[in-house]
């Protein structure tokens, strides 16, 4: 355990010490309470990864999957360097069917590369992994607007632009939809919820704080782009 | 004294019997909480390897817990070994929790009190059934919660659906609530200062809330009400309290003179049938579990349970009429970023307004809506919207970038009216992995509760549109079921050992009491005569507390 997690159980230690003391209860302040939120936050460091489950091939896939699908901005990292290979493979680790998915998916993948490129999808050129995932994602798309049409609800005019939709896929390219969308929803998820992602985002909460307030300015702005502008 | 379960109603009665200075048995079928492992209130997803997916991503298989890794719940809609079965064309999920304090641990704190017309909603509207309490006499009991739970909120003298109470000094709305308030004001729905069991300052050894926004991880220093760290932890203390963890009642034992005169549970470590011998037996089990346990208690006194010689045990189940709708609001993107977690949940809702206006309606009572929106703290599925719009690339982090915080929600909650189809009885057929007899749950929504989700369809289409929003989306759960939440997805099931004036279609007096059994007391949602769209929790609080003082004065006069 690192000191970090220490430092933050003796935090919460205090916490429940002084709930149970009657009296000394006031004495914990909203430092205190700050204190357990920066030492839950301090993220540890380990060494380079060892996958558990993918082989050398996979783990390559992986990754440059993670590249393509959250790549590198001007403002933040990739998912690769928010951890999503690894994340993946945790999970796999613990999960059969999870790594099924990956590792038949991957195949999946190489096989229509060389198919299309004459190469596996990691050694094929950027230029030549982006057209097989523009080709998968068109297919999905069209997967979506059939089954949206098909709920109700979406007919009516206040539902214009309605997004939700499951994936059904019926084309030759059905697999690797369906595949895509695993790799997707587990890397974008590994991204969001790392500290990179979460920075990008710029989620600011989980604090302690004494008093709670809202940003005047932030009430202008809105409501100077809402309807109910005040001219 | 032996009291069954450990929630509100539990919870209460302990706490106010041992002031009393009772002695008290309290049996939990969960394990004892521990606060400081079980409340993961102050991490980030980043702290686990599985960042909240759970082990193997059993989130993504749906396999995960209710409400997500880092919620404190402890239990839900499908427990190992403990299975309920379903009637034929009907649909029900029964949400049980199993840990010292249940579902107050991590429930949405809202705590409304009934209005004056809800506890005679039959003399108003000829449906369902009157109380045998008024709300002038119910009013003492819930300023008496209200001010021991520790209840936000603010008074109106102009609104009916929301009376006057005691209440803390509620946070500031946030943007978007004040956004939804200014389109609410024009629509003419009321949009006030919320109502929830959270301390805003110090109270009882209670540390005012530190607004990270995690109600439903539980929260450390109980700023947030909970049955387990604010009503018995205190009670054990006075040592008048044994607290009996993994013991599962199975039945109420009687004497054969109309008295109670114990219980018998399984000890879950043992696997062994044991009894405990009490004064009196008080009930807090939950609606249904209180319920399958007085059916189950079969003797020739009371060959259809203990305190069932009218038969309603088990009848008139109700939930909520849930309905739930979100948005996108255009006006909130690009706004500088501020902390909108504050006291967890929102902090403005809209109660019933269309009080008056029944003649206009085509479908009877009403519902509150319940708000969402804000930067929440990114966690798993966050962001999936986002990306499936985009396909890929640097769409992504643009869309979620664009999007993060824009979004709204609108959850209606909102009365059914008792009927004769929905109630739970024992399936004779098929026993628990302890020996007990499960129930069996038939429920249907009649067309009063269709026609008033379709209502709160409207209006939240209405509120979103009229902010200049769009809708984007509803919640899968909804959408499975075509526009009304599923039954006992609500999680405020009630009804089901009601109390009432006449014993021949009641099993409690006012007082909790069974008309039968003197010494036998129910204090969970199952007393309640009908479930009108105000969160149960704060009425359970307040009826558990004034049936403890009456058990103790009857204690007190020999007649107990």
């Known amino acids: 355990m690192s000191k970090s997690i220490t430092t933050r159980r003796d935090a919460l230690r205090r916490i429940a010490l002084a709930l149970t003391a009657a009296g000394s209860a006031m004495e914990l302040n909203a430092q205190e309470a700050q ?6 936050a301090a993220d540890t460091k380990g060494g380079k990864y060892q996958p558990k ?9 992986v990754t440059r999957l993670s590249e393509l699908i959250v790549p590198a901005d001007a403002r933040s990292g990739s998912a690769v360097d928010a951890g999503a290979p690894q994340f993946i493979d945790v999970l796999c680790s613990q999960n059969a069917a999870l790594t099924a998915i990956f590792t038949g998916g991957i195949s999946w993948l190489d096989a229509e590369m060389r198919r299309r490129a004459g190469k596996e999808f990691v050694t094929s ?62 890397i974008v998820d590994a991204y969001f919820t790392s500290p990179i992602g979460i920075k990008d985002v710029n989620y600011v909460g989980n604090q302690a704080l004494s008093k709670y307030e809202v940003p005047q300015e932030a009430i202008d702005y809105a409501f100077n782009r809402s309807p109910f502008r005040i001219v | 004294m032996v009291v069954v379960g450990s929630g509100a109603g539990g919870g209460t009665t302990v706490r106010v019997l041992t002031e009393h200075g009772i002695k008290c048995a309290l049996l939990e079928a969960g394990p004892m909480l521990n606060v400081a492992q079980e409340f993961k209130e102050h991490q980030m997803p980043f702290d686990v390897p599985h960042r909240g997916a759970e082990d193997g991503g059993a989130a993504y298989f749906g396999n995960g817990k209710p409400f997500g890794y880092f919620s404190t719940t402890s239990g839900g809609w499908e427990l190992d070994g403990e299975p309920y079965t379903v009637g034929e064309g009907s649909e029900f999920r029964w949400f049980r929790s199993r840990i010292l304090g249940g579902r107050t641990n991590h429930y949405g704190r809202m705590s409304f009190r009934f209005s004056p017309y809800d506890f005679q909603p039959y003399s108003k509207d000829g449906l369902g059934f009157d ?49 939804i308030k200014k389109a609410c004001d024009k629509m003419g729905v009321y949009c006030i200062p919320n109502r929830r069991a959270i301390v805003t300052e110090p109270m009882k050894g ?27 932890f205190p009670a054990m203390k006075s040592g008048k309290l044994t607290v009996f963890n993994n013991a599962m009642v199975r039945e109420v034992l009687t004497d054969g003179n109309g008295k109670a005169t114990g219980v018998v549970y399984i000890d879950k470590n043992t696997r062994r049938e044991k ?48 309905f739930g709708l979100s948005g996108n609001v255009p006006a909130l993107e690009g706004m500088k970023h501020y902390n909108t977690d504050g006291a967890g ?96 749950f ?50 405020h099931e009630v009804g089901t050992v009601r109390m009432g004036k006449d014993r021949r279609d009641s099993a409690l007096n006012k007082y909790c009491q069974a008309h039968e059994l003197k010494n036998l007391y129910v204090v969970d949602g199952g007393f309640f005569v009908s479930n009108p769209d105000k969160n149960p929790t704060l009425t359970i609080n307040a009826f558990a507390w004034r049936a403890a003082d009456h058990l103790a004065e009857e204690m007190r006069k020999g007649n107990v």
């Open chain 1, 35 to 40: 204190h357990v939120h920066s030492a839950a």
């Open chain 1, 53 to 61: 489950v993918f082989n050398e091939h996979e783990w390559a896939t």
């Open chain 1, 125 to 186: 050129t950027a230029v030549e992994q982006t057209a097989m995932l523009d080709a998968i994602v068109a297919a999905e798309r069209t997967v979506r607007e059939q089954n949206a049409e098909e709920l109700l609800f979406a007919r009516a005019p206040q539902y214009k632009g309605f997004s939700s939709y499951t994936v059904k896929p019926g084309t030759d390219l059905a697999p690797g939809v369906r595949f895509f969308d695993w790799a997707r929803r587990l």
């Open chain 2, 131 to 179: 109380w045998p309490v008024t709300y002038d006499e119910m009013a003492p009991w819930y300023d008496k919660a209200e001010r021991f739970v520790g209840v936000t909120g603010a008074n109106h003298n102009d609104l009916p659906s929301a009376p006057n109470g005691q209440f803390l000094k509620p946070p500031p709305p946030k943007v978007h609530e004040l956004l």
């Open chain 2, 206 to 232: 209670r540390i005012p809330c530190h607004y990270c926004g995690q109600c439903g991880r539980g929260c450390q220093t109980a700023s947030a009400y909970s049955s387990s760290q604010v009503e018995i």
């Open chain 2, 275 to 322: 009894v405990i011998r009490a004064r009196a037996v008080v009930l807090a089990a939950s609606a249904c579990e209180s319920a399958r346990i007085l059916l189950n208690s079969k003797t020739t006194e009371f060959p259809n349970g203990v305190a069932n010689g009218s038969g309603v045990v088990g009848r008139f189940l109700m939930d909520s009429v849930g």
């Open chain 2, 345 to 440: 949940g929102a902090h403005l809702y809209m109660p019933w307004w269309l009080w008056d206006k029944h003649g206009k309606l085509d479908f009877p009572r009403g519902y509150h809506i319940e708000i969402g929106g804000g930067y929440g703290m990114p966690g798993i599925g966050s962001f999936q919207g986002a990306a499936r719009r985009a396909g890929y690339g640097q769409g992504i982090k643009d869309t979620a970038r664009k999007e993060y915080g824009c979004s709204i929600g609108f959850a209606g909650r909102g009365e059914m009216i008792p009927n004769m189809h929905s109630y739970c009885e024992i399936d004779r057929s098929v026993v628990d992995r302890w020996g007990i007899p499960v129930l069996k």
């Open chain 2, 442 to 491: 038939h429920f249907k929504w009649t067309d009063y509760e269709w026609k008033q989700a379709r209502h709160m369809e409207k209006t939240f289409a209405e509120i979103i549109t009229t902010m200049g929003g769009r809708v984007t989306g509803l919640s899968a759960a909804q959408r499975e079921a075509d526009g009304i939440s599923t039954p006992g997805t609500i999680i």
